[in-house]
């Protein structure tokens, strides 16, 4: 059965509408903040649990939570409670405790930050990937959503993972970008269908790479670290090098997020009073 959450309204309407027009029951498909405990889908007094969990969450939401939060019923952020000015992880931690044990997977679209940042994100990534739930992780061409030209990326993971090694995919260069809008043409689709079902190992496009690589690595899930350019150039790209520099720059400015935080916490300082970092 399908069950679903959207905490905004029109969002969540044209969710209904697009779940009857495909024939698939939208009565559980609900308006509401997913991350709430009082929103967690039920059955027989337990936690919910589901074969597939798919979601396009919201990027980068501030405040989803209490400065000093309750303890979470649901022991979702078991692995690490995540930033309260940043909710990708949570989103993500929530999604991973609605799969099932033995046949559960999940696939969210996340930012290039999520990827690599640091701090208490970094932490839960690195518990995420000792776990061996992360199973496949796709890099999106820039300019594929509307209201921001960031580039994106599919992280895949399930329970019951036949090894412990990560697929990583770069499909930047697969979009067909008319229109100044970048979308998958239905060859690019199957080409990477076929490597995720397959696990193909292409130059250029695709690596499989282990939990001790992964590991030196920092446990960055960044595409560009595993996946080279098919290519003999051995410098890097410049498309690599400015994604490279976005995520530094996001990464300074989570950091210097958190020192402000430390800073109003112990001097008893409005938020509005403590300048943000800008980076040049």
């Excluded at 509408?17 to 337990?46: R, W």
């Excluded at 690195?126 to 509307?146: Q, S, T, Y």
């Excluded at 960031?150 to 990583?168: T, W, Y």
Aim: aromatic share 4%.
């Amino acid at each position: 059965s399908l069950s679903g959450a959207e905490r905004h309204s029109t969002a969540w309407s044209v969710a209904r509408i697009n779940a009857l027009f495909k024939s698939l029951p939208a009565a559980h498909i609900q308006c509401c903040d997913a991350l709430q405990p009082g929103n967690v889908p039920m059955e027989d007094g337990q936690q919910r649990r589901f074969d597939v969990v798919v979601s396009h969450p919201p990027w980068s939401l501030r405040e989803w939570r209490d400065e000093t939060p309750d303890g979470d019923p649901f022991n979702r952020f078991r692995r690490g409670m995540p930033p309260r000015n940043n909710a990708d992880y949570a989103y993500l931690l929530h999604m991973v405790s609605l799969m099932k044990e033995r046949t559960g997977r999940m696939a969210a679209v996340v930012s290039g930050g999520v990827l690599s940042r640091g701090g208490q994100e970094g932490r839960i990534r690195l518990r995420l990937v000792a776990d061996n739930l992360v199973d496949i992780v796709i890099a999106l061409p820039e300019k594929m959503f509307e209201n921001t030209s960031v580039a994106g990326a599919i992280l895949v993971m399930r329970h019951s993972k036949k090894s412990n090694d990560v697929l990583f995919v770069d499909a930047r260069g697969l979009g067909d970008g008319a229109r100044n809008k970048n979308a998958f043409p239905d060859a690019a689709l199957n080409q990477i269908a076929d490597i995720c079902m397959a696990r193909r190992v292409v130059p250029g496009l695709s690596a499989v790479v282990g939990p001790d690589h992964i590991a030196a690595n920092g446990h960055s899930l960044s595409v560009p670290l595993y996946v080279r350019p098919g290519q003999e150039n051995t410098a890097p790209a410049i498309s690599d090098l400015l994604l490279r520099r976005a995520e530094v720059r996001e990464q300074l400015a989570e950091v210097d997020r958190e020192i402000a935080a430390l800073l109003r916490a112990v001097a008893c300082v409005p938020p509005q009073a403590t300048p943000a970092f800008e980076p040049a």
